[in-house]
Structure formats: C-alpha cells, structure tokens
T-cell receptor
C-alpha cells in the first residue's frame, strides 16, 4: 500500500535552534518527493522538490535530503525563526500519477 | 499571493443549506484540483480537472458537486452536508496534470467550512 509517514507528529523548539523532520514512504514506483510548508490559515506552499537522482536540495535555511534506496527523506531547518512555525507536509508522487500526502509535522518555534 | 484565490475564506452552513465554494487561478494553468484537509489526516484528493474536463473523482459523495466552466475557475457546490464534512477545502492548480513532469501544485488559502 502506498503510504507516506511523517515524524514527529509535532515538535517544539526554541528560536535559533536547528531541527530535522522525517518522512518515510512506501510509494512505488517513485517519481518525486516534495516538501510543503503550510502556515496556519493558509494553503501549502512548495519548499523543495527532488527526483530519484537528487539526494539533497536547499531553499534558504531549508535543506531536504532524499535516500531513494531506504525511501527516506528529511527536512532540516537551520537557525529557526518564529516564522518557521507551521505544518510541514511531505508529498510523494508515484510513477502512475498518484500523489500521496503525509499527515504533516506541526512545528512550533518558541521565542 | 499564490495566484490561486478561494472564496469565501470561512463558511458556516446548516445541513439543509446549499452553498458554493469558488476558486480562481491567475497562473494560466490547465489543471485544477479540490482537496479536503481534516485535522490530523492527510490531504484527500476530491476532484481533478484538466482543460475543463473532469479526469478523476475519488469516490466523493454526491452531496459535493464540482463545476469547471473554464480553465481559470473551479466551483464546489455543496448541499445537504453532514457535520463530518467540516474541514478546510483547498483548491490547487498546476501547469499540466501532475505526473507529466515535476510540476508543483499551487494551493489557494482554502475555505474553512463548518457544518452545523
């Protein structure tokens, strides 16, 4: 069964600290993996997209990694800011046009 | 702004009401989507339109009725909803149907629907 599992479900860190969010998937065949950021009351916004041949991609303080062999991805946030408080959603696209969403990780940054 | 505009932002309706959600995209995209986002659940795809033709309907109850009059506008007509239909309804668009390349989805900010 095609699934995307994210951990942790929620995370609280202090401003300025780093954190890493995890995404494990069982989607096969695999096409690409995206990370989205969803602020409260807003729609998701794309942060990164990685295909099978890419194992890391950065967008400012956000760095996503992909291990297609172990079917794992991570999103690392460096020097967190209050504006990073949001839900982060991992989305995996299968080669058969299926798009599977994770439940998201809710990140809270405390001042 | 994301280029995808949804109205209204909030909607409260009774189970016997009829209402419509509206989505408009200003990106020149050819594909549009309706998603349902419930608390602690992944986004659920409801409907997909490509070039104004419905290409996917994920077994959504008939009390939800989509309409795509042109490639820029998408509606979701609601009638006799149930309290469990309360959720955030997100509209999205993409340049072409997802799966045809590494195309991102552009989401609107959603309509927060409460059914009483």
């Amino acid at each position: 069964k095609n699934q995307v599992e994210q951990s942790p479900q929620s995370l609280i860190i202090l401003e300025g600290k780093n954190c890493t969010l995890q995404c494990n998937y069982t989607v096969s065949p695999f096409s690409n993996l995206r990370w989205y950021k969803q602020d409260t009351g807003r729609g998701p916004v794309s942060l990164t997209i990685m295909t099978f041949s890419e194992n890391t991609k950065s967008n400012g303080r956000y760095t996503a990694t992909l291990d297609a062999d172990t079917k794992q991805s991570s999103l690392h946030i460096t020097a967190s800011q209050l504006s990073d408080s949001a839900s982060y959603i991992c989305v995996v696209s299968g080669g058969d046009d299926k798009i599977i969403f994770g439940k998201g990780t809710r990140l809270h940054i405390l001042p | 702004e994301t280029g995808v505009t949804q109205t209204p932002r909030h909607l409260v309706m009774g189970m016997t009401n009829k209402k419509s959600l509206k989505c408009e995209q200003h990106l020149g995209h050819n594909a549009m989507y309706w998603y349902k986002q419930s608390a602690k659940k992944p986004l659920e795809l409801m409907f997909v339109y490509s070039l104004e033709e419905r290409v996917e309907n994920n077994s959504v109850p008939s009390r939800f009725s989509p309409e795509c009059p042109n490639s820029s506008h998408l509606f979701l007509h609601l009638h006799t909803l149930q309290p469990e239909d309360s959720a955030l309804y997100l509209c999205a668009s993409s340049q072409a149907l997802l799966g045809q390349g590494d195309l991102p989805l552009h989401f609107g900010n959603g309509t927060r629907l409460t059914v009483t």
